[in-house]
């Protein structure tokens, strides 16, 4: 049985995920922690399932408090006091999917290691429930806001700027507008209330989804235009152009202003932009399998300054090793304030990129992966944590099987003639695939 996926335990609500689940979720876990912190963020099905955690831990002896509607990253933060977090959502994901993910008190999601601990235990009925005197202690606390935008203010400083704030309905409305407010910025909020239907915009803060901040930062001659997931783990921008700005770009942007001079250490995974190898050339760039899991480990193995993923999760190990889209926000307005986004965008090099995939069925994925490596190896250096990564002197390749569906994405990305480079790579699939 897998129930963990790259970003903790994901799916639909009542069919999925559901209160059962949840109960034997927090029965394990609690027969292994202690104390815990829980919170949710506003999707019409997390207390159902926050509940439902909640029986399951107390029921197991481990003592619960519960910090009511926030942030993930005010979960992960908050963590730090307990044995473990438990955070009730499903991110970036439509209205109809919940989820569950676990942090560890330095804020790093529960491993591979843990993970499948928990899957064992729920498949073996692992777990004891205690006798009626020794039911674990339920509370409930309001301060865990407060405490992560303390400690935000403190890691950053003030700013006058005019920025337009996107919550898009979800828990980031519940911190940071006040965060930025108290900062000294003139705040303009759109979504900002809380609505697990999420009736605004789809939860992730893409490019398609962002068209009426990318106008509203153009009506009022905003500064800045900032954008929230579901829980706020995630923060994308739009600069005073109304210009959507790229998770490559804001990824080097927020790795030069956190390595400084230090020559640094910053963790991507494996589909990142060359943009990020080029422009932080002092840096040393590690890269790992997709998934801010997997970039959170390798930021504390390497012991990196900072790290991300494209997809809008900035993880700063100062704060936290979670993702954190609130932290990251007040930060894009600190470096804004000294020279405009779209400014720190021209620095940047840009290159050509090219996506396709093809149908693989899954039971045959193994066996051809292994004759695409054969073929990749002798064109350059072969990267193959997650997928085949290829880099050559004018671009890279990147093959990698979906996780979920019968098919191989193939990325390209060059410093010039990107066709040429994916049509080779796509011509080493089709052999590979007879």
Request: proline share 5%; net charge negative.
């Amino acid at each position: 049985m897998k129930l963990f996926g790259s970003s903790g335990i994901r799916g639909i609500a009542n069919k999925e995920i559901t209160p059962e689940l949840a109960l034997k979720v927090g029965l394990v876990l609690g027969s292994r922690k202690k104390t815990a912190v829980i919170g949710r963020d506003p999707r019409v099905s997390a207390p159902m399932i926050e509940h439902a955690l909640i029986a399951g831990l107390t029921s197991a002896g481990c003592d619960v408090v519960e910090i009511g509607l926030v942030t993930t990253p005010t979960l992960a933060y908050a963590a730090r006091a307990y044995e473990c977090g438990v955070m009730v959502t499903a991110s970036h994901n439509p209205s109809e999917y919940i989820g569950i993910k676990l942090w560890n008190p330095d804020g790093m999601a529960f491993d591979s290691a843990q993970q499948d601990e928990i899957e064992k235990a729920i498949e073996t009925e692992g777990f004891t429930r205690v006798p009626w005197n020794l039911i674990g202690k339920f509370e409930e606390d309001g301060n865990a806001i407060r405490a992560h935008m303390n400690k935000i203010k403190k890691l950053v400083g003030n700013s006058s700027l005019k920025i337009v704030l996107d919550c898009g309905c979800g828990a980031g409305g519940t911190i940071s507008p006040y965060l930025l407010q108290e900062l000294g910025c003139e705040v303009i909020t759109l979504n900002a209330q809380p609505d697990g239907h999420f009736p605004a915009r789809n939860p992730e803060p893409n490019d398609e989804n962002l068209s009426l901040l990318k106008k509203t930062v153009l009506d009022f001659g905003a500064n800045l235009g900032i954008a929230h997931d579901g829980d706020a783990d995630r923060m994308m921008a739009v600069d005073e152009k109304g210009n959507f700005v790229s998770g490559d770009e804001l990824l080097t942007i927020f790795g030069f202003y956190e390595c400084g001079d230090s020559k640094g250490t910053v963790v991507v995974p494996v589909d990142t932009s060359m943009m990020v190898d080029d422009f932080l050339k002092d840096s040393k760039i590690v890269r790992t399998k997709v998934g801010d899991v997997y970039v959170a480990e390798g930021i504390k193995k390497f012991n990196a300054t900072y790290g991300g993923e494209p997809s809008g999760s900035w993880i700063f190990p100062k704060i936290s090793y979670c993702p954190d889209g609130v932290y990251a926000a007040a930060k894009i307005i600190e470096i804004v304030k000294e020279k405009k986004l779209s400014e720190l965008r021209e620095k940047l090099p840009r290159y050509a990129t090219k996506r396709g995939t093809l149908p693989c069925e899954n039971e045959k994925k193994a066996e051809f992966m292994e004759r695409v490596k054969v073929k990749l190896e002798p064109l350059g250096e072969v990267l193959d944590i997650d997928g085949i990564r290829v880099n050559m002197e004018t671009g890279w390749v990147l093959i990698r099987p979906s996780g979920t569906e019968a098919k191989v994405r193939i990325t390209a990305e060059a410093r010039e003639n990107v066709d040429d480079i994916f049509e080779m790579a796509e011509n080493i699939m089709k052999e590979a695939l007879k």
